[in-house]
Structure formats: structure tokens, C-alpha cells
């Protein structure tokens, strides 16, 4: 695996300095301790209240560091990636933020965790400061173990007590909310990858096809394999797991958590499917999906529960000076409002015609089957998609097939045109519905398909700028539409196909996504749209 740093010595403080240089100024500081005891502290922290700290070893970020600041935090310490800090770090932190108050340590239930910040809190005891300790072991992955793991359900623990802090509780009410809440919380979590820390060698321990349920956060195994399957499945199954380990009764806040590499619009698949499971009855308040207590980049999720009352919502709900911290919003069903109507005037009748529809249907199919081929050239030349592309116009076109007014060419050629324009993304989507919507009106008035479709293309170069000689689809389509219009169908197909081809020897493309490409990259690779162009004539033709 590659990663981003300098030494990997100094991969955690340069990370601290990151976040405090970002942050606004003056509400962040760090001690002058620095490498051995890496301690984030608020900046306006004048000791008069209940202070609340937590910590343990980094790559969980923007745990712990990212959580100090008014309303939660006063200070994080932090040991190396995955490695407790010591003794004398988290007692630093004491001396340092803890005043006539005293202060509430949280702690994940790791044993290297457990033992430093414990005797941190003796030795600090014995200098007179009044410490208290709260230990979270939300894992249920493994419920036969006396000592679960504390897990991404520490951030409801942190946010609980910092608000009650902020409202100058005293240590006895702040450190007692602490304990019920640790106490009703449950987390399972889930990945596809392990996690890969920077300078050291990564050895990958899951197949192609496997994942780990119920993992911790620290790249340890989890407590089952299980077969890649759909995210649906995967959350059903922590969905009926996470259930089981909670009361029959009561109303939940729910934590969706980002292990550290899953992509955003995957995260929203996961936040909906899980808002559809057995779980959703029984949430009432969500906070993510974010990356909240990640694994470095591991390719996972985690999800919390703990039951919510009065106290704990309006916690919960209340302002905080973290940014990474995500707000609790009550969980609410999809707004849906009505798109303008479009005017039934304005939509051709259907009709039936028997070519037509088979001519159509024999192209979508075939560009079906090349989406595969299609996105490994795209791969190599852009961004991967275009096969998915025109499957997805594909397939709209399909689904609309007996609804195509097929005995009126014009109208039919601007029905296509607006059912790509909705279907298609990115710009083959537009720039298709502006050809075939231009060769509608032009057909309308010169009664001419070829010279309707020459006209269409004018059009498309026009506001897309791409041209002859730009590795685009423009490369297939000019040539194969004079063609058309100089000696008919299969003499397109050849000039369509023989311009598809003609774009494996252009290194540069001057359009479009590969124009973002190397000339390296592109040598001897054929543009996609181009290919799928030479497709679409070469079926029209029958030659496929």
C-alpha cells in the first residue's frame, strides 16, 4: 500500500500540527512536550470546570484530537499509530487542564489503555487532583469475552460528558452519566480490507471475495470471515446481531461510522440501507456517516446504538466547537416534492414499427454487452465508465421502447434525445441529447436522415468543441455520417469503424476526460466512445 508521509518517525506529530494549523485560531494548543508526549488541548481552557480527557494510540482520526473543543474534549493524548500513550503523557495531560473541579478520563477498554491511563490516575490522585475514569466496552463482536473491546461507541461517552461539563455539571454527575452511557451501548463493525500503516510492509490477509465481521480498530482480525456479498446482506446480518445485544424496549441513537477508506456515495448506500433495516423502528436520532473513529484506511464501517433518554438527546443534539464532530439529526423518511409536469402537448403519441424497434433493440443490447469491454478501455483513457454510461442510456432506452412515437422519425429522434438527457451522465449523456434533439428539428424540416444527423453533429461539435482529431466519438462519427449521406449504410460502418481505429495512433487526446492523460497511457489504446460509435453502425448495418 502507498501512503502520504516524510519519516515515519514523525508521521503522528506532523499530523497534530496539521490539525492545529487548520483549526480556527487560538482554539487549539498543544504542550511544548513534544515528540514523547503528544497532548491537544483547548485553547480558552481556564480550568473552572470539569475537565474531560481521552486519548490512546493515533491512526483513529479525527479521533481523539479532532474532539477537543468546547462542548466535548478538553484535551486528547495521543501514543503512536495503534500504540497506548504512556503513563507520564496522560498524567501531563491532568497537570495540565485539571483544576479545583477535577477531571473524567475516558478510556477505550484496551489493556495497554486500561493500565496507563489507571496509573496515571492514581499518580495523579496521590498529587491531590480529583480524577475519576469511565471505561467503554461497546463490542459485541465477541460476547463470550470478559473484556470487549471499547470501540466507535466512545464517541457518544465523549459527547455526553463534555456537554454536561460545558453546563459546569460536577464530576460525581458528569462521571455517573458517563458510566450509564458506557453501559448502554453496543457497536459491531465490518470491513472488506485490513488497514495498512505507513512504512511497513502490508500483507493483505483476506481473500478477493471475503470480509471480517466484527473487527476492532487497531487492524486485528475480526471475529468471523465472511463472503462479499451484497451490502444489504452484510447489514442485515449486524443489523440481527446488534439487535439481540439490546433491551427489548426503548428509542436509540444511532452512530454510522466510517472505518477510514469507504467512499462517500458509499457511505450513503450504507446509511440508507441501514435506515431500512430491522434496526430503523428503533432510531430516533443518527449522527454520520462520517469518519469519525477510523482504523487508518481501512475499508470498513461500524455501527452504535445506545439507548437515548431526555438527558442524553439533548446532549447529544447540543452545539459543539469540534469540527469533526457530525450533529444528531432525528431520523426522518426521504422528502420527496413533485418535478414540473411535462405539458401533454408537448409528448408524442406512441406508434409502432416493426424495423425501427428492432433496429433499436438490436443496438442497445449490443452496446449492453460491451459495457465490460467498453470500461476497461475507459479505464486506460479516462475515468473508467464510459461502458456503464451508454448501458445505462442503454437500458433507459429499452425500458421506453413501447412508449417511442417509432412511425414518426423527428419525434422519435427527440424522444431519444430526452431520455438520454435524464438517463446518461456526464457529458456523453449531454452531448448525445443534443445531436439527436438537433436532428430532430432538423429532419422536421428537410425530411433528410442523413443530413438530419449531419446537422445534429454540427450541433454537438459546436457546444461540446470537440472535433476530428481529438480522440472523441466525434472521430467515428463524422466520417461514418458523410458516409451515410455520400453511399449509404455499410459505407458508414466501414468510416466509422475505420476512425474508431485511427484513434489508437492519436497520443494525445485534446477533449473529453483523456485529455488528462499521458501519452504513455494512451498509446495504442482506441477511445471508447469512439468504439461504441463504430458499434452502434456496424449493428445498424447488420454486420454484427
Given at each position: 500500500m502507498k501512503h502520504f508521509f516524510n519519516r515515519r518517525e514523525n508521521i503522528v506529530t506532523e499530523a497534530l500540527d496539521g490539525l492545529l494549523q487548520t483549526a480556527p485560531a487560538g482554539s487549539l494548543a498543544r504542550l511544548d512536550t513534544y515528540p514523547d508526549i503528544k497532548v491537544v488541548l483547548r485553547g480558552d481552557w481556564d480550568k473552572a470546570k470539569v475537565a474531560i480527557i481521552s486519548g490512546g494510540g493515533a491512526g483513529h482520526e479525527p479521533s481523539h484530537a479532532g474532539f477537543v473543543g468546547k462542548g466535548m474534549l478538553t484535551a486528547a493524548v495521543s501514543g503512536e499509530i495503534f500504540a497506548s500513550p504512556s503513563v507520564d503523557a496522560v498524567l501531563t495531560a491532568i497537570r495540565a487542564v485539571t483544576g479545583s473541579k477535577g477531571c473524567l478520563l475516558i478510556v477505550k477498554n484496551y489493556t495497554g489503555d486500561r493500565l496507563n491511563f489507571g496509573l496515571a490516575a492514581e499518580k495523579a490522585r496521590v498529587e491531590g487532583f480529583r480524577v475519576e475514569m469511565v471505561i467503554v466496552a461497546d463490542d459485541i463482536a465477541l460476547p463470550e469475552i470478559p473484556q470487549p473491546r471499547g470501540v466507535a461507541g466512545t464517541l457518544f461517552v465523549h459527547k455526553i460528558a463534555g456537554h454536561l461539563a460545558e453546563q459546569d455539571a460536577d464530576l460525581e454527575t458528569v462521571a455517573s452519566a458517563a458510566r450509564l452511557a458506557a453501559h448502554d451501548i453496543v457497536s459491531l463493525g465490518v470491513s472488506l480490507s485490513s488497514c495498512s500503516i505507513p512504512g511497513q510492509a502490508h500483507v493483505e490477509r483476506l481473500e478477493a471475495e471475503e470480509g471480517e465481521l466484527g473487527l476492532g480498530i487497531h487492524g486485528e482480525p475480526g471475529a468471523e470471515r465472511?463472503?462479499?456479498?451484497?451490502?444489504?446482506?452484510?447489514?442485515?446480518?449486524?443489523?440481527?446481531?446488534?439487535?439481540?445485544?439490546?433491551?427489548?424496549?426503548?428509542?436509540?441513537?444511532?452512530?454510522?461510522?466510517?472505518?477510514?477508506?469507504?467512499?462517500?456515495?458509499?457511505?450513503?448506500?450504507?446509511?440508507?440501507?441501514?435506515?431500512?433495516?430491522?434496526?430503523?423502528?428503533?432510531?430516533?436520532?443518527?449522527?454520520?456517516?462520517?469518519?469519525?473513529?477510523?482504523?487508518?484506511?481501512?475499508?470498513?464501517?461500524?455501527?452504535?446504538?445506545?439507548?437515548?433518554?431526555?438527558?442524553?438527546?439533548?446532549?447529544?443534539?447540543s452545539p459543539v466547537g469540534p469540527h469533526a464532530w457530525i450533529p444528531a439529526v432525528e431520523r426522518h423518511d426521504v422528502s420527496v416534492l413533485p418535478a414540473t409536469a411535462v405539458p401533454a402537448t408537448e409528448l408524442a403519441a406512441a406508434s409502432h414499427d416493426p424495423a425501427a424497434d428492432r433496429l433499436i433493440a438490436a443496438i442497445c443490447d449490443h452496446l449492453l454487452s460491451l459495457e465490460a469491454e467498453l470500461n476497461h478501455l475507459d479505464a486506460r483513457a479516462g475515468d473508467g465508465d464510459t461502458g456503464s454510461t451508454v448501458a445505462t442510456g442503454s437500458r433507459s432506452v429499452l425500458a421506453h421502447i413501447e412508449k417511442l412515437p417509432l412511425k414518426d422519425i423527428a419525434a422519435t429522434l427527440s424522444s431519444i434525445g430526452s431520455i438520454l438527457s435524464t438517463s446518461m451522465g456526464g457529458s456523453s449523456g449531454v452531448l448525445l441529447s443534443i445531436f439527436f434533439t438537433a436532428a430532430a428539428k432538423a429532419y422536421s424540416d428537410t425530411k433528410d436522415i442523413a443530413g438530419a444527423l449531419l446537422a445534429g453533429l454540427e450541433r454537438m461539435i459546436f457546444y461540446g468543441g470537440a472535433a476530428v482529431g481529438d480522440r472523441t466519438m466525434v472521430d467515428a462519427l463524422d466520417p461514418a455520417l458523410r458516409a451515410l449521406k455520400a453511399r449509404g449504410l455499410a459505407a458508414a460502418a466501414s468510416a466509422a469503424r475505420a476512425g474508431a481505429d485511427a484513434t489508437r495512433a492519436m497520443k494525445k487526446a485534446k477533449a473529453g476526460r483523456a485529455s488528462y492523460v499521458g501519452e504513455r497511457d494512451l498509446d495504442g489504446v482506441p477511445d471508447p466512445g469512439a468504439m461504441a460509435v463504430a458499434a452502434v453502425f456496424e449493428v445498424a448495418a447488420g454486420l454484427r
Open positions: 465472511i463472503a462479499l456479498q451484497e451490502a444489504r446482506s452484510i447489514v442485515a446480518t449486524m443489523s440481527e446481531r446488534l439487535s439481540r445485544a439490546l433491551p427489548e424496549d426503548g428509542g436509540y441513537v444511532l452512530l454510522i461510522n466510517n472505518l477510514g477508506a469507504v467512499p462517500p456515495i458509499e457511505m450513503g448506500l450504507i446509511a440508507h440501507t441501514v435506515l431500512s433495516s430491522s434496526l430503523a423502528e428503533r432510531v430516533q436520532l443518527t449522527i454520520g456517516p462520517a469518519p469519525l473513529m477510523t482504523a487508518l484506511n481501512m475499508n470498513g464501517f461500524s455501527l452504535s446504538l445506545m439507548r437515548l433518554d431526555g438527558e442524553r438527546e439533548a446532549a447529544l443534539k
